[in-house]
């Protein structure tokens, strides 16, 4: 009976069922494809994203944005720290960009008032105490009326905040949001062989090189589970190479004297080079150095592996260290081309080593266990150290990720140490990091720093310890912060801070004025993502 109905349909209503059928299949099946069917795709265009970060101070405050003098966008303005979007595809000239505070009056017994904590232009962040931003409203020397760069972000009168935002304002397509990703932990050991004695080796105990030269160790393995498995004390040219040094100074049952597992002394000419260190010092120790390096000339550590360095205290000061060079006659030391995984408190610290030279620590990869278990205080310290104007320590091409979850920790801190000198000289360039713990770059006082074309991002491993991607600070302890130079960075960090929408590129609070030159970076830079890692 169906089947005789269905036959009796005309020709045309049958070929529009059709045309039905296909195009609902079309649609179930590919949405890209659909809309180009029914004609609604939508075209992106390129746009400027304008962000203020404000606050009021009764919450009845109201602000508004000028192109040109003209007022684009007008906004309420709440207690709390929010964003307040305005957007346009029309370039925005950087000259005539102002926010402005515009019904200032007393309320309830309280003065209005407005503070603009920062603009953010197409992900650009621009701080409004920068000096390059001129402000009408301040409270200065008992008046508002004062126009000038003042170093504030608070208007307590009507007035103005005028922003030089360089090609920041150029409409541009949006931008993906950073992929969210859990941190992948780090390779097993013994990279595939390619480094250390791995198989048919001679096992050997505690090495003493003490005032030997011209010597060559290789192709053994060394252990010494009680304490320290080579001594390099006022040696010449001596070479370690394809060495696997394992279980040395575990030391399982108390205290021990030694605690430099190599130990380099006043020596001169010394290699270590295509060897694996690992599993070395235990956490029932603290305070181990696996590298000590101490007033030597022409150190050398390259392409090695350099593998848990345990850390009984989660990174602070009695943990244990992977590389410590200290005293001032050290010189022409080279850090270069090494793989760290779990390397204790800090893969790499200088210490207490005054006008040092020639001194380079340069493409290593350095990382910390994944799921936020790092051991990491500071991956790279510098700790009352200075270089010297004609020969800064470098620190130069290195990828290091996975710290936290210290909440006192960085990837690489700069001016770190009391005393009369601090720490100067030193230059950070073109380094990586993913995911730093608690700060990415601290720049804590000192003088003559170079940071420069560093990219830092910090995507979804987020946690209490998680606070800024790039800190520029004079901390108390910390004698002087003057002549840096912070430049072309790529900064995108997230933390949990709800009141920074969940990020924090930047912590730059105006107390290193100077000749601190920080410009032509990009804070907030949504086109960053863990895929840095990679290239």
């Not at 007022?71 to 000239?93: G, H, M, N, P, Q």
């Not at 390779?187 to 096992?203: D, E, F, M, S, Y």
Request: hydrophobic residues 35%; proline residues 4%; charged residues 20%.
């Amino acid at each position: 009976m169906l089947s005789l109905q269905a036959s009796r349909v005309p020709r045309c209503v049958a070929l529009l069922a059709l045309a039905m059928a296909t195009l609902a299949s079309l649609l179930a099946t590919s949405p890209a494809a659909a809309a180009t069917a029914t004609g609604q795709i939508k075209q992106q265009r390129a746009t400027v994203e304008v962000a203020i970060f404000a606050k009021g101070g009764t919450g009845l405050e109201r602000v508004e944005l000028r192109v040109d003098g003209e007022t684009v966008a007008s906004f309420s303005v709440t207690t709390r720290l929010s964003e307040y979007t305005y957007s346009t595809t029309s370039t925005i000239d950087s000259r005539s960009l102002s926010v402005h505070f515009v019904n200032d009056a007393p309320s309830a017994g309280t003065d209005r008032r407005v503070t603009i904590d920062r603009l953010v232009v197409n992900g650009t962040q621009f701080q409004t105490e920068a000096a390059s931003v001129e402000m009408l409203g301040a409270w200065v020397n008992g008046s508002c009326k004062r126009r000038g760069i003042h170093r504030a972000e608070t208007m307590t009168c009507n007035g103005y905040a005028k922003f030089d935002i360089g090609t920041a304002g150029r409409p541009q397509l949006p931008q993906p949001a950073a992929p969210r990703r859990a941190k992948r932990d780090f390779p097993k050991a013994g990279n595939n062989g390619q480094v250390g004695c791995i198989q048919r080796c001679r096992v050997v105990g505690f090495q003493d090189f003490d005032g030997k030269k011209d010597a060559v160790l290789e192709n053994v393995i060394i252990t010494n589970p009680s304490g320290p498995c080579l001594s390099l004390r006022e040696s010449e040219n001596i070479t370690i190479r394809n060495v696997t040094l394992r279980n040395c100074a575990n030391n399982p049952n108390g205290e021990i004297a030694q605690k430099k597992i190599i130990d380099i002394v006043n020596s001169t000419n010394i290699k270590i080079v295509g060897s694996l260190l690992t599993d070395n010092a235990s956490r029932s120790t603290s305070n181990h150095d696996l590298i000590h390096i101490h007033n030597s000339t022409g150190v050398k550590v390259y392409n090695n592996e350099i593998r848990n360095v345990a850390s009984n205290s989660r990174g602070d000061d009695r943990g244990n260290r992977a590389i410590l060079i200290t005293g001032s006659k050290s010189k022409n030391v080279m850090i270069d081309r090494n793989s760290f995984f779990s390397p204790g408190r800090n893969a790499v610290q200088i210490s207490r080593a005054r006008r040092i030279t020639n001194i380079r620590i340069t493409r290593n990869r350095i990382e910390g266990r994944a799921r936020w278990n790092s051991d990491f205080e500071d991956m790279i310290n510098f700790f009352s150290t200075t270089g010297t104007p004609e020969s800064p320590i470098v620190v130069r091409g290195n990828y290091m990720r996975n710290g936290g979850p210290s909440a006192s920790g960085t990837a690489i801190i700069l001016g770190d140490g009391r005393g009369r000198f601090g720490t100067a000289y030193i230059n950070v360039v073109k380094n990586v990091i993913v995911d730093p713990g608690h700060v990415g770059i601290n720049v804590a006082g000192g003088h003559h720093f170079v940071v420069r074309g560093n990219t830092i991002y910090g995507g979804a491993d987020v946690g209490l310890w998680t606070a800024t991607g790039l800190t520029v600070n004079h901390y108390r302890y910390t004698p002087v912060c003057r002549d840096h130079k912070i430049y072309g960075n790529r900064v995108f960090l997230r933390n949990q801070f709800p009141q920074h929408d969940g990020t924090n590129h930047t912590w730059i609070p105006g107390t290193c004025t100077n000749n601190v030159r920080i410009h032509s970076n990009r804070f907030g830079d949504r086109t960053l993502s863990y895929e840095v890692w990679d290239l």
